[in-house]
C-alpha cells in the first residue's frame, strides 16, 4: 500500500497567489481530514470528508479557504489568495470507516511558504 | 470543551534512560486515546491507542501508554531510549464522528 500520498511536498509562492493542495487517501478508505499545522497553534484540523461528503469544516480558517472531494481518491485544498500566515506545513491523513478508534493514516505533507 | 494538554514542551534523556511523557484529556464520555509520533520532516505514524479493556496499551516500538481515568491522563513510557527516538511526540482524543483533538506536543531529544 503506498500510503496516503501528497503534493506538492514543498511550495513557495508569494502573496496573492493561489496555493492548490493535493491529496490521494489509501483505496477503500472513507474518511479523510486535512490538518494545519505550525508553530503557534500546533495541529489543527481544518474539514474533513465521509464519503467524499463535507461533514466539518468549522476548522476552516476563512473564506480563503475550500476544499473539495470529487471522487473517492482525490482531494484538494486550495487557498486564494495566499497570505503570508497561512505558512504551515498541511497534512492530509485517511481511515476506514467504523468507530472512531479507528486509526488516522498520515501523509507526509506539504510544506507551504507564502513570501 | 474538549482538549488535550502535554505539559512538557521538550525533553531531553539520556541514551538508554527511561521515559514518561505527559498527556492529561478533557473530555466529558469514555475517551479514545492516541499517540503520534512524528520524525523531522514526515507525517504523523500511530504509535498506540486506547478506547476500552486493559488501562495499559502496548505499542510499537518499545512504547506503552497508561490510561488512568482518576487523573485523566494516559502518560507514554518507554524503558530505555534510543537514539532514534529522538522525534515529537502527539497525544490526542478521538471525538465521536472521527475527529482527532492533538495536544501541542512533546520534543524529544536524546543524549548519546
Known amino acids: 500500500d503506498a500510503g496516503v500520498i501528497q503534493s506538492p511536498r514543498h511550495e513557495v509562492t508569494e502573496m496573492g497567489q493561489e496555493v492548490t493542495l493535493r491529496c490521494k487517501p489509501i483505496?477503500?478508505?472513507?474518511?479523510l481530514f486535512w490538518y494545519r499545522q505550525t508553530m503557534m497553534r500546533g495541529l489543527e484540523l481544518l474539514i474533513y470528508?465521509?464519503?467524499?461528503?463535507?461533514?466539518?469544516d468549522s476548522g476552516m480558517p476563512e473564506d480563503r479557504f475550500s476544499a473539495k472531494m470529487p471522487n473517492a481518491s482525490f482531494s484538494t485544498l486550495k487557498i486564494q489568495p495566499s497570505e503570508p500566515r497561512d505558512s504551515a506545513v498541511y497534512f492530509c491523513?485517511?481511515?476506514?470507516?467504523?468507530?472512531?478508534?479507528?486509526?488516522?493514516?498520515f501523509g507526509p505533507g506539504t510544506r507551504l511558504l507564502v513570501l | 470543551a474538549q482538549s488535550v494538554t502535554q505539559p512538557d514542551i521538550h525533553i531531553t534523556v539520556s541514551e538508554g534512560a527511561s521515559l514518561e511523557l505527559r498527556c492529561n484529556y478533557s473530555?466529558?464520555?469514555?475517551?479514545?486515546l492516541f499517540w503520534y509520533v512524528q520524525s523531522p520532516g514526515q507525517g504523523l505514524q500511530l504509535l498506540l491507542k486506547?478506547?476500552?479493556?486493559?488501562?495499559l496499551v502496548q505499542g510499537i516500538k518499545g512504547f506503552e501508554a497508561e490510561f488512568k481515568r482518576s487523573q485523566s491522563s494516559f502518560n507514554l513510557r518507554k524503558p530505555s531510549v534510543h537514539w532514534s527516538d529522538a522525534a515529537e511526540y502527539f497525544c490526542?482524543?478521538?471525538?465521536?464522528?472521527?475527529?482527532?483533538?492533538f495536544g501541542q506536543g512533546t520534543e524529544l531529544s536524546v543524549k548519546p
Open positions: 491523513a485517511s481511515r476506514p470507516s467504523g468507530t472512531v478508534q479507528e486509526t488516522q493514516y
Open positions: 483505496s477503500g478508505h472513507d474518511y
Open positions: 470528508f465521509n464519503n467524499n461528503v463535507p461533514i466539518d
Open positions: 473530555y466529558g464520555a469514555t475517551p479514545y
Open positions: 486506547y478506547f476500552s479493556g486493559d488501562t
Open positions: 490526542a482524543v478521538g471525538l465521536q464522528g472521527g475527529k482527532l483533538i
